[in-house]
């Protein structure tokens, strides 16, 4: 029973057009994130949110845009994708301890042509 | 601005030897550091973790040195095996925002 599930884990897409990434928590977490994993395999937040607020928006392109229907859920919708973009996006959740540290999803890898 | 600097970028160990790991830091308001390990195709996930408080931590075969002065800590992987070969990510937080800040990361081999 997957804790953090993201879906889907490829995404091959061109230029310019509009994709979403999907991610569920099973863990009863409150607060969820999305990390950015660029080739160099350094990881940088992007946003956070908790119990269904957007409390971390770092410093994004506004064509990168949130949604958190429910503390359970947290998507990520990304227009006009440019060669840029291209990384892997990792969903995470974190629970009010913060020695259990965040549990990640297994990343979505999106390649932008 | 990296605000948490890791070392080494990789790094080659034998079979049952030590593999050490540095970060330092620089905003002193930081309060926790844990170390994340990575295997490919995965999500990063919490190896082990330590508040300012004390100075050493020992889960098993990896420990973390933590040098409150020195704003430094450092992963240490005893008789280190090849199913120890992974990217280790070094972290800090602080407080309420939770938002982890995490080192560049140590692609380390294990060679049997």
């Known amino acids: 029973d997957t804790a953090v599930s993201q879906t889907p884990k490829y995404l091959v897409t061109q230029m310019g057009n509009d994709k979403s990434i999907k991610c569920e928590q099973n863990?009863?977490?409150?607060?969820m994130y999305w990390y950015k994993q660029d080739s160099k395999k350094f990881l940088k937040i992007m946003f956070s949110y908790n119990n269904k607020e957007l409390i971390i928006n770092e410093t994004v392109p506004n064509r990168f845009s949130p949604k958190s229907p429910d503390k359970a859920h947290l998507n990520l919708h990304i227009n006009s994708l440019e060669l840029g973009d291209s990384a892997v996006y990792f969903c995470?959740?974190?629970?009010?301890?913060?020695?259990?540290?965040?549990?990640f999803g297994s990343g979505t890898r999106l390649t932008v042509v | 601005q990296q605000q948490v600097k890791q070392s080494p970028q990789s790094l080659i160990v034998q079979k049952g030897g030590i593999s050490i790991i540095n970060c330092a830091y620089e905003n002193t308001a930081f309060d926790y550091f844990p170390w994340y390990q990575q295997f490919p195709g995965k999500g990063p996930a919490l190896l082990i973790a330590i508040r300012p408080d004390v100075s050493e931590k020992k889960e098993g075969r990896f420990t973390i040195s933590f040098n409150k002065s020195a704003k430094q800590f450092s992963l240490h992987i005893m008789d280190s095996q090849p199913g120890d070969s992974a990217t280790y990510f070094c972290?800090?937080?602080?407080?309420?925002?939770?938002?982890?800040?995490f080192g560049t990361g140590t692609l380390l081999a294990v060679q049997p």
């Open positions: 863990l009863g977490h409150d607060t």
């Open positions: 995470a959740s974190s629970g009010t301890d913060r020695l259990w540290g965040y549990t």
């Open positions: 972290a800090a937080n602080r407080g309420a925002t939770n938002k982890l800040i």
